[in-house]
């Protein structure tokens, strides 16, 4: 038996980097909406202040929500994106990293930090909802346990990718037009998405 | 595609070399493929039912397989997009709440709550019947044991229990929300079923609530013209009016229908000068054909608080209140409310 599951292991691996993908983007899809969600919380905000006529009084939380659809959306796009670009072979020293630096190899790594760790947490609630009926107590160590691993293996393994495997850049600038969305949602997820801001003083 | 092509010469290669050596295999594979899988398939899982790109991705499945799909509505997975109380329309006021036990839910939370509740969600509409109570006003009943002092609390834990509310506090907390146990802060942090069931109890019963209390921008006044579809007094064309016709000299003080915020005073060639409120809980009202503005935009008004002085200015036949209530973004009638 334990032979079979180790074959199987095996012949997995092998193929993980056709599948991989899937878990590394959707932890940050996770993390993404996360994010987003309080964007438009904080925009609705931002528009209600500002002294303008709007054509409607539901105009303002209609242009939130759908501006922050639109961010989700792209930076989202955008992490898939990423994530078909680092295929190459890890960089082995500092020489070949600072021979790919460019903008967008110091945003990915910054974005994918604090994102994935944010969907990691996504994911512990949605298993902590989902078995607390069943597990009672342990569903909450469980799910914090299941959420470590997933930002280890899948969010840990994605940060990694992102500052090895890199391409190198036709011009440093790469990756600038998407900077400030990007970098707005990784603020946003490390500042509402992780639960540890209640713990500070 | 590429990434497809990477796994395939994985898989060739992996032919081609056979069993690989143990060291070679620790050296070169990633270890623990099976537990990825099964992380990989717990996230998909995760964004499917929380993120809108999941929904999207979905709905593509469906098309794909030949299926008939809505197209998710991306907003619906927002928070301030979805917290908005459901369609009262529908919903018919309970003429006579029953008397208030001591401790029990006060007035109009009573009324309101015993409405919302005549069509609870199943979840809570089973775990109702389960209680020896009366039928008839089981859910007020088991509401008023769960009420110490805040209704919201009380409606909340009557809809979804304390176990579900209890850790979205937490959560809430956690991420540093500065009033993790209200509704609307921790709302989030919920399993998406159990905010379907806890806007249809909590949201509706509060928006319910705020609607009871309105009272009339003009004391006495004479309804000239009723909510609903009527001929247009100028355009003498069938239109639905969205609202009510107070009739009104220039110059009669016009005051607020509820506590709220001022959230537009503005001018147009419809509806002249108009002044709108934002009462909270969804709840919205707008004076129009105004002479005179007396508030500012931003400005914090009380229930009957001076806001305006009616007039006849924008698209009107003669001098007269179009007063409006919005409930979710919806016209309703004001009337319908028996303001005082």
Redesign the interface.
Known sequence: MLRW?NK????????????????QW??V??G??LA??RL??HL?EAL?QV?F??PS??FP??A???F??AV??MV?AWALWTI?IT?NEPAKNFAVWRARLSVRSVVAPLFWAPVAAA?SW??A??????T?QVLLEAAQPLSGL?AA??GL??GG?AFVRMVRQMPEPKNRLEGLWATPFVLLVAGLAA??????????P | MSVIRDGILALERYGQQGRPKRRKYAGRLRRGALLDVFLVVIVVLAVVSRAPVGGLAGYAIERIRGHEATLPTLTAYFDSGAARPPDLSAVALVAEAPSIPDGGVPEPYRTAARTVLRSAPKPLAKRLNTLNLPEDDRAIVALDQLYTDDVEVALEVLAIGTDLRNRAVARAAAAGDVTPSRYTSHRRYLPLSAVKDADEVVTATLALASALELQMPIQNARVTSKFGHRIHPTLKTKKFHNGVDLAAPIGTPISSAQKGTVSVVGEDKRSGKYVVIEHGNGLRTSYCHLSETKVLRGQQVSRGELVALSGNTGRSTGPHLHWTLKIAGKAMDPLRFKPQ
Request: no cysteine.
């Open positions: 599951i199987l292991d095996r012949l997995l691996s092998f193929s993980s980097p056709s599948w991989i993908w899937l878990g959707g932890t899809l996770l993404i909406h987003a969600d438009d919380d609705l209600l002294p006529g709007w009084p539901e939380l209609a939130a929500t759908w922050a659809v989700e959306l989202g078909g295929r969907g996504v994911v609630m949605s298993i902590e909802d989902a607390s299941v691993v997933v293996r899948l393994s500042f509402h998405g992780l639960p540890i801001r209640g713990m500070l």
